[in-house]
T-cell receptor, first 121, second 107 residues
Framework: EVQLVESGGGLVQPGGSLRLSCAAS????????MSWVRQAPGKGLEWVAN????????YYVDSVKGRFTISRENANNSLYLQMHSLRAEDTAVYYC?????WGSGWAFDYWGQGTLVTVSS | DIQMTQSPSSLSASVGDRVTITCRAS??????LNWYQQKPGKAPKVLMY???TLQSGVPSRFSGSGSGTDFTLTISSLQPEDFATYYC?????????FGQGTKVEIK
């Protein structure tokens, strides 16, 4: 059974940093792109970043470029999101999601339960 | 970035009703459109890939259609477990953008 379990969320002051982790199991982690997707309270979904199987390619939504870094450790089946210079608008539930090819397209086919990041003084 | 616009933003319907949600892309995305269902406090779950391919285990009352810029998700006979928020998402081009969601509520 595919499982994605996020951790590392919490309350942080504006300008602060936080590192999110996602532990993957039930599939060959090193064979898949992985993404972070966030959802502000009461709002819709926003893709944040993704990373290629070997970590050689990384992409970010414009609003987090230069502040967030996505990384992975295939030996430990783990995905990370290092967040710096946090702003109030980064407050959200952050989901780890498997980014899988489907019928020549791509979809987030498995999601974790999410971890809440609150940026507030 | 490709903008995805869903309509309506919310709707009220009764069990057994036929429900249609539309999603419009700001530019041609071919067939690269996915649909997700999200229930309160839960992670989203993928329903449909590439516009019309049902994810394994999703009931056949869900169907999808469209290509280019206009897409629809149809629930042929709404069931109690279908009350949720539905999101479309394009995978044609990065960044992978979502629609704002359609909340399906009980009438």
């Amino acid at each position: 059974e595919v499982q994605l379990v996020e951790s590392g969320g919490g309350l942080v002051q504006p300008g602060g940093s936080l590192r999110l982790s996602c532990a993957a199991s039930g599939f060959t982690f090193s064979s898949y792109w992985m993404s972070w997707v966030r959802q502000a309270p009461g709002k819709g979904l926003e893709w944040v970043a993704n990373i290629k199987q070997d970590g050689s390619e990384k992409y970010y939504v414009d609003s987090v470029k230069g502040r967030f870094t996505i990384s992975r450790e295939n030996a430990n089946n783990s995905l990370y999101l290092q967040m710096h210079s946090l702003r109030a608008e980064d407050t959200a539930v952050y989901y780890c999601a498997r980014d899988a090819p489907w019928g020549s397209g791509w979809a987030f086919d498995y999601w974790g339960q999410g971890t809440l990041v609150t940026v507030s003084s | 970035d490709i903008q995805m616009t869903q309509s309506p933003s919310s709707l009220s319907a009764s069990v057994g009703d036929r429900v249609t949600i539309t999603c419009r892309a700001s530019q041609n995305i071919s067939k690269y459109l996915n649909w997700y269902q999200q229930k309160p406090g839960k992670a989203p779950k993928v329903l449909m890939y590439v516009a019309s391919t049902l994810q394994s285990g999703v009931p056949s009352r869900f169907s999808g259609s469209g290509s280019g810029t206009d897409f629809t998700l149809t629930i042929s006979s709404l069931q109690p477990e279908d009350f949720a928020t539905y999101y479309c998402q394009q995978s044609n081009r990065s960044p992978r953008t979502f629609g704002q969601g359609t909340k399906v509520e009980i009438k």
